[in-house]
């Protein structure tokens, strides 16, 4: 990285996603600022000001400064190019997301298995224990654990992160030579220093503004394989960052609550409208990702093997989650898998009847 990347950043009106295109047209950066005033033209058209910021080199110069400053305070700055940007963020679909990062720490951005975990900053005692106890279920596959360092859930999943020897990931609505909320400065260095980090897509200096936290939600959502909402109200930054991981065709996990608690309305309805899987427990997770012993299929043997056999693939889906959680409601099998209600009812009934599955006392299920 160069302060050339840097200045890209600085040219006004351009953004992230011209940024990203002049990087086709001109995959070496330097090449930009040296271009004859024809060939921008030809380039940016009628946009006069960023021909000049280009032409005059002013943001070069500010760049240059900026790099000097990052490097006195061991920050990074990560172009959308380098290996060490995180590369999910460069998927399909994601060309909103920032074209440079500034990054504390020496985490890897590119992990196996990557996962948001958001929530209230008003989080209940059973939404910070259900964090801290997913988290730490979490750490059978090494999951880089990332969130916005805000109070409440966001806490409780960077603190259980640490605590479990996870690397875990601060995503920052400001620059990196400021913390928010201040009493998470501690929490924040034992990030940085333990093989986690924090980033933000902010210049130093820029200040704390509520403006740029609904922003830097996509970058949480972008960073990660899956967005896992714990207590979540109404409305808020949890869902809005649920909503931009499915904009990113990412999966989104849920932990149901109680229906009368004001912060389970978010998940209940993420749940409700098939936005998101229900969650009890990691193996939820690892289930619906393919991940740990589930990645080549569920073990299956003996009667199961001839059973499943003779099922549809929805059939075997249902069977495949009745063999991970034993016993399910009707409920339950339609939110995990994904399936209407109406569908997974009928596939249940014809189940039954063929004696794949059995009905127990209180309408719940499983395999025969």
Known sequence: MTPYHIALTMIPRLGNRGIRKLAEILPRVEEVFGQPHSQLVEIFG?????????????????????????????????????????????????????????MLGECDLNPAHSVAVVGTRKATPYGLTTTSRLVEELAGEKTMIVSGLAYGIDTSAHTAALACGLPTVGVLGHGLDRIYPPENRDLASRMAAT???????????????RKNFPARNR????????????????????????????????????????????????????????????????????????????????????????MFAEMSPDEKRLADLLVLHREMTLDEMANLSGMPMQKTAALVFSMETRMIIQCLPGRIYKLV
């Open 219 to 306: 970058i949480i959502a972008a960073m990660s394989d899956a967005t896992l909402v714990v207590e979540a109200a109404e409305h808020g930054g949890a869902l809005i960052t649920a909503n931009m991981a499915l904009g990113y065709s990412r999966e989104v996990f849920a932990v149901p609550g109680n229906i009368d608690a004001p912060y389970s309305i978010g998940c209940n309805t993420l749940i409700t409208n098939n936005k998101a899987t229900l969650v009890r427990n990691a193996g939820d997770i690892y289930y619906q990702m393919g991940w740990g012993k589930y990645k080549d299929g569920l073990p299956n043997a003996g009667k199961q093997q001839e």
């Open 195 to 209: 093989g986690g980090a924090l980033v933000t897509e902010y210049p130093l200096g820029t200040a704390i503004d």
């Open 46 to 102: 009628k946009h006069a000001d960023i021909i000049g910021a280009i032409e005059g080199r002013t943001t070069l110069a500010a760049a240059e400064k900026a790099a000097r400053e990052l490097e006195g305070k061991g920050i990074k700055a990560l172009f959308f190019t380098d290996d060490a940007f995180p590369q999910r963020m460069n998927r399909p679909g994601c060309d909103d997301c920032p074209a440079l990062l500034y």
